[in-house]
C-alpha cells in the first residue's frame, strides 16, 4: 500500500513530441502528488505537484492528469525539447513521503 | 543563495574506513531527510528527522547514523565502509509531510566511491 508504482522505466521522445509518464498508487490518504526533474549530477527539483481535489494542473508545457477514481496520475510533456532529457520521479505524500522509482526521458533534437 | 548544501560533494575512500557527509539547510524547515541513490537512479529514504527528533528510519545497517544537533542541520556518519555503500546520498528538506503538504528541497547530492 505504499508503493507508487512508475511507468514507462525509459522513454525516447523525438523534439515537438508529447512525453507521458505514469504512475499508479494504492493508499487513498495520500493528499499531495508532486513531479520531481532530476539532471545529472543535480538533486531532483520540483517540476509541478497536484492535490487529489483537482483533475488537472497545467504549467507551461508540463501538465499533470490526475484520476482519483483509477488512483492513477500522470505527466504530460508537450513540445519536448532535448532541454527536458532528465530523470522524473512522481511522489506521493500524506505523513511520508513515497517516491515512484524514477523514468529516463531522452529527447532526440 | 544555496537553499539545501551538503559536502564534500565527492567523496572516495576506501573499504572499512570512517566518513561523514553533512547537510545544511537554510530554508527555515522542520524536517530534513537522507536518501541514498543508487546507480539505476532509485531513490530510497533512509532517515528524517523533524526538529531534532528521529521520525523515520527506514532497513538501514546500523553502521550508518544520523545525527542532527539543529533543525537546520542533519548529518550522517557512515562506520565500516563497505563496498556496497557506493552511491550518491542526497538531502533533503521540507516542511513536515501532513501538515500544509509543500515540496521536498534537496542538495546536488555526494557521490561515495568505495575503493
Known amino acids: 500500500q505504499q508503493q507508487v508504482k512508475q511507468s514507462p522505466q525509459s522513454l525516447i521522445v523525438q523534439k515537438g513530441g508529447i512525453s507521458i509518464i505514469n504512475c499508479a498508487y494504492e493508499n487513498t490518504a495520500f493528499d499531495y502528488f508532486p513531479w520531481y526533474q532530476q539532471f545529472p549530477g543535480k538533486g531532483p527539483a520540483l517540476l509541478i505537484a497536484i492535490r487529489p481535489d483537482v483533475s488537472e494542473k497545467k504549467e507551461g508545457r508540463f501538465t499533470i492528469s490526475f484520476n482519483k477514481s483509477a488512483k492513477q496520475f500522470s505527466l504530460h510533456i508537450m513540445d519536448s525539447q532535448p532541454g527536458d532529457s532528465a530523470t522524473y520521479f512522481c511522489a506521493a505524500s500524506y505523513n511520508k513521503y513515497i517516491f515512484g522509482t524514477g523514468t529516463r526521458l531522452k529527447v532526440l533534437a | 543563495d544555496t537553499a539545501v548544501s551538503q559536502t564534500p560533494k565527492y567523496l572516495v575512500t576506501q573499504m572499512g574506513n570512517d566518513k561523514s557527509i553533512k547537510c545544511e539547510q537554510n530554508l527555515g524547515h522542520d524536517t530534513m531527510y537522507w536518501y541514498k541513490q543508487d546507480s539505476k537512479k532509485f531513490l530510497k529514504i533512509m532517515f528524517s528527522?523533524?526538529?531534532?527528533?528521529?521520525?523515520i528510519n527506514e532497513t538501514v545497517p546500523n553502521r550508518f547514523s544520523p545525527k542532527s544537533p539543529d533543525k537546520a542541520h542533519l548529518n550522517l556518519h557512515i562506520n565500516s565502509l563497505e563496498l556496497g555503500d557506493s552511491a550518491v546520498y542526497f538531502c533533503?528538506?521540507?516542511?513536515?509531510?501532513?501538515?500544509?503538504?509543500?515540496?521536498?528541497?534537496f542538495g546536488d547530492g555526494t557521490r561515495l566511491s568505495i575503493l
Open positions: 533533503a528538506s521540507s516542511h513536515r509531510p501532513g501538515h500544509d503538504n509543500q515540496p521536498q528541497h
Open positions: 528527522y523533524n526538529n531534532k527528533e528521529l521520525i
